[in-house]
């Protein structure tokens, strides 16, 4: 501010260079090993580069390891539904992602957006689970919403509305 008037100056600063860096990715990913990357790369853009996690790895509960301390969890859920609102870490030289076997997995079917496999945390409802999957169709009937669930002693049905999805 001694040399500049910075209310009446436009300023531009752009980075040329990024430094290189070495990051480790492990455990259940497709390509595991070490990538040496430009620093400005973020944990998800670097776990696309070891194809991301294999059919056992899980996607809510990566893991940023630096110096033998976890200093960010990374959940693709959430980055996928809202990207801006996922905070993200900056990577240094020596890094670990490390990528678990999966955790809870259900199975979506009949009037929903997006059928498929979902993985969900401990303390996730039913309604997080058809949230992920889109939502409902317009043809779906929010009254009658069927859970299989397979026991030790069998397959067990129970029937829910919307409200008690939660």
């Not at 620093?39 to 790895?57: D, K, Q, V």
């Not at 997995?105 to 945390?121: D, T």
């Not at 889109?134 to 299989?148: C, D, H, K, M, R």
């Amino acid at each position: 501010s001694k040399v500049y008037d910075l209310r009446n100056s436009n300023i531009a600063i752009e980075l040329s260079y990024s430094k290189v860096i070495s990051v480790n990715v492990m455990g259940e990913v497709l390509s595991p090993g070490t990538y040496s990357v430009p620093s400005i790369n973020s944990a998800f853009n670097i776990l696309s580069l070891a194809n991301g996690p294999n059919e056992r790895g899980t996607v809510r509960n990566i893991s940023v390891v630096r110096n033998g301390e976890v200093i960010h969890k990374l959940d693709i859920y959430d980055y996928m539904n809202n990207p801006k609102k996922s905070s993200s870490v900056h990577l240094m030289d020596g890094d670990f992602i490390l990528v678990p076997t999966l955790g809870n997995i259900i199975s979506i079917s009949g009037e929903i957006i997006r059928s498929g496999k979902y993985e969900l945390k401990d303390n996730e409802t039913l309604m997080d689970a058809i949230n992920f999957a889109g939502g409902f169709t317009e043809n779906a009937n929010e009254n009658n919403i069927s859970v299989l669930r397979n026991t030790p002693t069998g397959k067990q049905v129970k029937g829910f509305t919307w409200s008690e999805a939660e």
